[in-house]
């Protein structure tokens, strides 16, 4: 079983829409998760940080559930801007990152 | 302020020939990252660095591969002999301990 899991799309949605993206992870002792975004032949940048109480930046919105092993992202209102590839990423301890795929998301007017 | 700094950008080599590719961390990070991208197996971890010393190499894929960070400003990849294989984008990515890591902009490199 691959330590982090997502769905790899493509999500193909209209400018507006609201988009929810899953992650699963396979280690119970992960001890800190984000969400980074990459855009086409870029490097990957941090979107943001997903805490235990769930948390929001504008219109995006993480949540993560430790029992069930399991991360999303929401976004809503989606623009243009927002097409890129999101990536789950875990942190067992330490300073290395375990990243997911990506699951890519395309937004269109 | 500059950020992670990798050279070449693009490389382009044939089958058997050594490639050697740079990064220049932030100032002030202390830990040093290299990671490989394909389609096929997504972003993994190579190797990575802690105040200059090899924490965890698990990642590299066969002995082809070696890195050094021989000081706190520069780091290198090498691989020798390089095969068709190992075409990816490599990124370097530096961080301060536990926090956000930041990506150089990547070496693509093609093997013939």
């Known amino acids: 079983r691959k330590e982090v899991e997502q769905d790899p799309g493509p999500f193909n949605v209209p400018e507006g829409a609201t988009v929810a993206f899953n992650c699963t992870y396979s280690?119970?002792?992960?001890?800190?998760f984000f969400w980074y975004r990459q855009d086409c032949r870029k490097e990957p940048k941090l979107l943001m940080s997903v805490y235990s109480s769930g948390n929001e930046d504008g219109r995006f919105t993480a949540q993560l559930n430790r029992a069930s092993q399991y991360i999303s992202l929401l976004i809503r209102d989606s623009k243009l801007s927002d097409s890129a590839t999101y990536l789950c990423v875990v942190n067992m301890g330490g300073t290395a990152l375990i990243f997911g795929k990506g699951t890519t998301l395309s937004v269109s007017s | 302020d500059a950020g992670v700094i990798q050279s070449p950008r693009h490389e382009v080599t044939e089958m058997g020939q050594e490639v050697t590719l740079r990064c220049k961390p932030i100032s002030g990070h202390n830990s040093l990252f290299w990671y490989r991208q394909t389609m096929m197996r997504g972003l993994e971890l190579l190797i990575y660095?802690?105040?200059?010393?090899?924490?965890?190499d698990s990642g590299m894929p066969e002995d082809r591969f070696s890195a050094k960070m021989p000081n706190a400003s520069f780091s290198t990849l090498k691989i020798q002999p390089s095969e068709p294989r190992d075409s990816a984008v490599y990124f370097c990515?530096?961080?301060?301990?536990?926090?956000?890591?930041?990506f150089g902009p990547g070496t693509r490199l093609t093997v013939l």
């Open positions: 280690n119970s002792a992960s001890q800190s």
């Open positions: 990515a530096s961080s301060l301990e536990f926090y956000e890591q930041f």
């Open positions: 660095f802690n105040n200059n010393v090899p924490i965890d």
